[in-house]
């Protein structure tokens, strides 16, 4: 796919003389996987209809019906980490694989603090990449067919973009089970999870594309966002949601989700005995996922609330480069994507088997303070 393909950028006529700047995914093929072609699009257009006057907000979706954003573009990364560490006993961050992350992070840091409004039409599946680009926006758009997930476990990456920040402020014991199953989240629940702002059909997307054109604009950016909730709530209709699957189990989860380590809880959640569908699905993904990954995710949930975003996209950039150097990142690439085996062979056998200095291996920053590639975020 060419650069010119990657994003499709265009502008639409708006009240006051304003216009909406919207962004297409597009690779519909690949259920717009997020690219480094797409990362390095986005950003400067971005950055450009900020500083634009006549730009009142932005329209972001995916191209098809099936996805608005799909996960990473992964398997670049898989390959050069490869070639790179292929011979010899000490591995160290691939360049490829930082400059990917690196760039992603500061793409979901602009869009987390972008100062005119972000509408993300969160149609169809929205996973990994996609779920940082859609979290952090002002307005996030979930319609009948959304399916919400961080399904990083059966990959041996953890959930990212954000994840720290977000799950951590989940209701209590939602963010375990999410990071720890891969669950999918629908429209209904992801409202009642706060994953997103108001539910809109998806038959009904052109009628909020046009309410926003004929809205009231004004020179005022926080006026503007009060207009876009007003908008974007006046054409949604929670009512045309699916039932919630997560919010009627939450004080089952909650209560299989508390415990005083992770090997306790690992043990209380896949022993549990149920019939209900979700969590069946979700026993089945932490058993066969990545032992690794489960260790990260009960850390993140134990230190995300106590961390700047600032230093929740650092800390990410940590883990990713180091799943991809110590961890099973790269094995799980390989076992999904590249051989589709579905047979990954993790580092370790099970959760239980893994020590402190294994899971501080991966928290331990392969730069200085002083040479983080993400050192200036936020200055």
């Known amino acids: 796919m060419s650069q010119e393909q990657a994003v499709k950028f265009a502008t639409i006529d708006a009240q006051n003389g304003k216009k909406i700047g919207v962004a297409t995914l597009n690779s519909e093929r690949s259920l717009n996987a997020l690219s ?16 634009d006057d006549n730009i009142a907000c932005v329209w972001l979706e995916g191209a098809g019906e099936k996805a608005f954003c799909a996960g990473g573009d992964i398997v670049q990364m898989y390959h050069a980490t490869k070639a790179q560490n292929a011979d010899t006993t000490k591995p160290k961050p691939v360049e490829e694989v930082v400059d990917f992350f690196t760039k992603e992070y500061r793409l979901d840091y602009k869009i987390r603090t972008y100062k005119k409004p972000i509408v993300v039409w969160g149609h169809g599946f929205v996973m990994g990449g996609g779920i940082g680009l859609m979290n952090g926006a002002s307005h996030r758009v979930v319609t009948e067919h959304s399916r919400l997930a961080m399904p990083e476990i059966s990959i041996g990456l953890y959930p990212d973009v954000g994840g720290t920040w977000f799950l951590s402020r989940l209701p209590e014991g939602m963010g375990l089970f999410l990071g720890l199953t891969a669950a999918q989240v629908n429209a209904t629940d992801a409202l009642w999870l706060g994953m997103a702002d108001v539910a809109i059909p998806f038959n009904a997307k052109q009628s909020a594309i046009e309410a926003l054109q004929g809205a009231d604009w004004s020179a005022d950016i926080s006026q503007n966002h009060n207009l876009v909730d007003d908008v974007l709530r006046g054409v949604g209709d929670a009512t045309a949601m699916p039932e919630a699957q997560l919010e009627p189990l939450h004080e089952v989860i909650r209560t299989l989700m508390t ?48 961390l700047s975003i600032e230093d929740v996209f650092r800390l990410e950039l940590t883990l990713s480069v180091n799943c991809a150097i110590h961890g099973d990142f790269i094995e799980g690439v390989r076992a999904l994507l590249i051989d589709k085996d579905k047979r990954p062979q993790w580092r370790h056998a099970s959760i239980d088997v893994i020590g402190e200095r294994d899971v501080d291996e991966m928290f331990t920053s392969p730069w200085s303070a002083e040479a983080h590639p993400l050192k200036d975020l936020g200055e």
Do not use: N
């Not at 415990?259 to 569908?277: P, S």
């Open 259 to 306: 415990g005083e380590d992770l090997t306790a809880v690992a043990h209380q959640f896949t022993q549990y005995q149920t019939d209900e569908e979700a969590l069946v699905r979700g026993q089945k993904t932490l058993q066969r996922g990545c032992p690794m990954t489960a260790h990260i995710v009960w850390q993140q949930l134990q230190h995300g609330e106590q």
């Open 36 to 51: 480094l072609e797409m990362i390095k699009l986005l950003s400067p257009q971005l950055d450009a209809w900020a500083e």
